[in-house]
């Protein structure tokens, strides 16, 4: 347990589900919408993106072939990563952490999951989306293999920014 005079949780403090339950997503789309606003500038039109991906992944959820993370703390959610089966791949979705929880492994942690999720179902390609500003982020998944493969310009979250996309293919 942190001591009190503590600021930062730790890695082991942090609970993770693999469960959907009710209520989840609307979290994890405000979630998005607050941090995005506030460190990024992203619009209304962002949150709009994220709700209606949120929306099909909840239409189209498998638990066979999709699996969420939802990380806890003290009853709330505090981030999450989805990984969406798409017709030959899976899409890496959502990966977002309150700004305390950041740095503490539980970003290592989650993609390491991510990619036991990727072997055991047999799948060897994956993608996702960011945008350039996510540097953090996007040093991460390259440490897991994932490259650059395509990029455009965008207003799609009102500011000018550019869309990454990101790909890994697994060994044969």
């Not at 709009?48 to 003290?74: R, S, T």
């Not at 390259?142 to 996309?165: C, H, I, M, P, W």
Request: aromatic share 12%.
């Amino acid at each position: 347990m942190n001591s009190p005079h503590s600021t930062n949780p730790l890695l082991s403090d942090v609970t993770i589900r693999n469960t959907l339950r009710p209520g989840d997503l609307g979290l994890i789309a405000s979630i998005h919408g607050d941090i995005y606003a506030e460190e990024c500038g992203y619009g209304l039109n962002f949150e709009a993106y994220v709700l209606k991906g949120l929306g099909e992944f909840a239409q189209q959820y498998d638990p066979v072939k999709d699996k969420l993370w939802i990380c806890e703390h003290e009853d709330r959610i505090v981030g999450c990563l989805v990984a969406q089966h798409r017709a030959d791949a899976i899409q890496l979705r959502y990966f977002i952490f309150l700004p305390k929880y950041r740095g503490i492994g539980l970003g290592k942690r989650l993609m390491g999951e991510f990619m036991d999720f990727m072997t055991s179902s047999g799948c060897k390609h994956a993608y996702l989306w960011t945008t350039e500003e996510q540097q953090s982020a996007v040093a991460l998944y390259e440490r897991y293999g994932f490259v650059l493969a395509e990029q455009k310009q965008s207003n799609a979250f009102d500011k000018v920014l550019t869309e990454q996309k990101y790909e890994l293919i697994l060994n044969q």
